[in-house]
């Protein structure tokens, strides 16, 4: 049982390139989020999914795109990337009112 | 606008004393609180919940301390030990999908 994992766990990408963040939880849960973190920001929520092929916008959604077509995976994808968006990205997963986490990803926009 | 506020940034306390983190929110939508634990490099990890019909909430060597009149909740470490050094996320809900909001952290560091 590995939980939340996500992949890549670090990636570097130039202004304007596109990439794709992949969350995968094993715990059958219905309930998938993004957030990303930044620096006196706490965590801030990106989008969610509360089943597959159902997605729903967070607080900060804009320059973000996301699918879940399997219940168990949820992407987060850049399309164009900016330096606005060098943050570290983490996927949730939730049962009842606990959520689970995975490790993150640290993403850098040069 | 920042509905949940963790005040403090940082804390420092003696191993074996109490550690105090406290967390303030505006909603009153919110009924559900939530801490969690986060070391470096990793994801925040569940610590210990309250819902709204209760004051305190008792974990172990955690407690979760609510009063909703004043919008404040606490969470109290007894005895502090080194490894509890991490930074702590409150996290508040108002049910819908449990879109929880976070506030922006505060580091403990226990001194041995």
């Known amino acids: 049982n590995a939980g939340v994992t996500q992949t890549p766990k670090f990636r570097v990408l130039k202004t304007g390139q596109s990439m794709t963040l992949l969350c995968a939880q094993d715990m059958n849960h219905e309930y998938m989020y993004w957030y990303r973190q930044d620096p006196g920001m706490g965590l801030r929520l990106i989008h969610y999914?509360?089943?597959?092929?159902?997605?729903a916008k967070g607080e900060v959604p804009d320059g973000y795109n996301v699918s879940r077509l399997k219940k168990q995976n949820f992407l987060l994808g850049l399309e164009s990337a900016a330096p606005s968006q060098t943050s570290v990205y983490f996927c949730?997963?939730?049962?009842?009112?606990?959520?689970?986490f995975g490790p993150g990803t640290r993403l850098t926009v040069l | 606008d920042q509905q949940v506020k963790q005040n403090s940034p940082s804390l420092s306390v003696q191993e074996g004393r109490i550690s105090i983190l406290n967390c303030d929110y505006t909603?009153?939508?919110?009924?559900?609180f939530l801490w969690y634990k986060k070391y470096p490099a990793e994801g925040p990890t569940f610590l210990i919940s309250?819902?709204?019909?209760?004051d305190k909430n008792e974990d172990g060597r955690f407690t979760v301390f609510l009063n909703k009149s004043a919008k404040h909740l606490s969470l109290h470490i007894v005895p502090s030990q080194p490894g509890d050094s991490a930074v702590y996320f409150c996290?508040?809900?108002?049910?819908?999908?449990?879109?929880?909001?976070f506030g922006t952290g505060t580091k403990l560091q226990v001194i041995p």
């Open positions: 999914s509360v089943g597959e092929g159902t997605t």
């Open positions: 996290a508040a809900d108002s049910g819908g999908y449990q879109k929880v909001t």
């Open positions: 949730a997963s939730n049962n009842k009112n606990e959520q689970f």
């Open positions: 909603n009153s939508m919110f009924d559900y």
């Open positions: 309250i819902s709204s019909i209760k």
